[in-house]
């Protein structure tokens, strides 16, 4: 079981990179920290279930590598282990990714859990059969760098699944 939260590299190793805006850029030190207030505020943010729509879209294909985008508390990751796949899950919160670490350990799967925003991940281009990302935080990168990264991410053949909420503001 890989329990390792500093697979990729940690937030600790992460030196900002001070060219970018902090004006809401999920790298952003103020985001992250956003985010770990919101995870330390409640015992269990989320529900602790599988996305529906990943479970469903998930059913005909072949595990493989997969990449978890904001895995929150670890619930689709931890699923997707139970599953076959070779599971890297990736989160800016801290706070998440130690709750997510105790789920794996406690199903008996293993994960590679990467702390850091899609940005700095530095993910080698084309290594993931599929992309998860369930309602991400996507959110003004500059020169729309994440949403570059989560492209570049999947493999050739491979499947994105990015499910968000219907609606929302453009400039999000």
Do not use: K
Request: charged share 20%; hydrophobic share 45%; glycine share 12%.
């Amino acid at each position: 079981m890989t329990d390792d939260i500093s697979a990729a590299s940690p937030a600790s190793d992460i030196a900002p990179d001070t060219s970018l805006p902090g004006d809401g850029y999920i790298g952003d030190p103020a985001v992250r920290a956003e985010w770990d207030n919101r995870y330390a505020d409640r015992q269990q943010l989320w529900s602790g279930r599988p996305n529906g729509a990943l479970v469903a879209e998930v059913a005909g294909l072949t595990p493989g590598r997969v990449l978890d985008v904001g895995c929150g508390e670890g619930a689709d990751a931890v699923w997707l282990a139970r599953e076959g796949w070779d599971v890297t899950a990736l989160e800016v919160s801290g706070v998440a990714l130690e709750r997510a670490a105790g789920h794996a350990r406690d199903a008996g799967v293993a994960v590679r859990w990467v702390h850091a925003g899609l940005a700095e991940a530095a993910l080698a281009p084309g290594s993931f059969d599929l992309v998860s990302a369930q309602y991400p935080a996507l959110l003004r990168t500059p020169d729309a760098a994440a949403e570059r990264a989560l492209l570049a991410a999947v493999a050739p053949g491979g499947v994105l699944l990015l499910v968000h909420h219907a609606g929302m503001d453009e400039q999000q």
